[in-house]
Structures are given as C-alpha cells and as structure tokens.
C-alpha cells in the first residue's frame, strides 16, 4: 500500500480515537478550571507523532473536535487546539532522529506554556491559575499519557517485531533509523 494511504488511514484511525476519548471517557476527567486532564487524552497525539509531521497535525485537530463536541468549555477546546503545535514539533523531532523520549521530554515544557497562554483571555493574568494549575498541571498529564502511549507502541512493536519507530510503517528512509539497533 501506498506511503500516502497508510499514513491517510492512521491519521483517520487516531483522529477517530482522538476524537472519542474526551466525548466516552469524561470519567477519566479530572476539572480544575481552566485545567482538566482526560487520562489518555494526549495519546492519540503521542502515536501520531511516530507517523508523520502531517499526521499529528490532523490528530491535533480532531482532538480540538472532540473536545469541542463534548461540551467541554472554550478554555478546554482551546487548551486542545495546543495539540496541533506540540503534536507537529513531536513528530518533526523524531523525523529528525530524536527518540521518543527526548521528543516527550521538549515539547512537554512547549505544551505546558502553550496551554497556559491559551487560557491568557479566559483566566486573566493569575499566575497560579497560568503556571501551576494550567502550565504544571499540563506538563504532568504530558507525562503520565506518554508513558501509556509508550506502553501501547512498545508493546505492538514486540508483537511485531519492529522498532517503535517503524512499527506503523517505513515512512522515513532506513537510513533515518541508523541510530536504532
């Protein structure tokens, strides 16, 4: 199948996940205006990353959908348009031979700031509200999802005997993954 197509149908598989997780999960949230975390939230966005560039920004967007369609407030849907920028920077990063863990560890502090300065027109400038509810509070919930997203990825690429760099597919020349025994 075409590079293309694959990365099409991930992208239209992980949108749909991003897109249901804070519409039937609402019992994983966690509200403490403006911030909330939806355990497992920013998965979707994690795997996407190991796709493409293109992939994690249609992710991003569905994301923003979901939390839109859900009801949640314009805070929160705005907090989830930041999924767009940190999900694009993640995914160039690994394009670029970062690991998956160096690519978590720089765009968890981006997500955090994002997310704060997003809420800016909402909340006021309330520093505690900005940069320990909102800003920590994101760089946390970055955290635990990414270790879940890794525990999913980690676990299909044994299954099928693959890096987790490749696992949905050869998107980047072989020659990328030279650093990757």
Same mark, same amino acid.
């Given at each position: ?37 939806? /355990?497992?939230?920013? #998965? ?5 990353? *190991? ?5 994690? !920004? +249609?992710? &991003? =967007? $569905? ?50 700031? /994002?997310?704060?300065? #997003? ?5 006021? *400038? ?5 940069? !320990? +509810?909102? &800003? =920590? $509070? ?44």
């Amino acid at each position: 199948m075409n590079n293309k197509i694959k990365q099409m149908v991930y992208a239209g598989l992980l949108t749909a996940l991003a897109i249901l997780i804070p519409i039937q999960f609402g019992f994983l949230r966690i509200m403490i205006p403006p911030f909330s975390a939806t /355990l497992a939230s920013h #998965v979707p966005m994690m795997l996407s990353m *190991l796709i493409s560039p293109f992939v994690a !920004v +249609v992710v &991003g =967007i $569905g994301s923003t959908i979901g939390f839109l369609i859900a009801g949640m407030p314009a805070p929160i849907v705005a907090r989830a348009a930041t999924h767009i920028v940190v999900g694009y920077v993640g995914a160039y990063l690994i394009m670029k031979n970062q690991s998956y863990t160096k690519a978590v560890a720089i765009t968890a502090p981006i997500h955090g700031i /994002l997310e704060a300065l #997003v809420v800016i027109p909402f909340v006021g *400038l309330n520093l505690f509200t900005l940069i !320990v +509810v909102t &800003g =920590i $509070g994101t760089i946390v919930h970055h955290a635990v999802d990414s270790v879940i997203a890794y525990g999913i990825i980690r676990s299909v690429a044994r299954a099928s005997k693959k890096s987790i760099y490749n696992v949905f597919g050869d998107f980047k020349t072989k020659q990328q993954y030279s650093y990757i025994k």
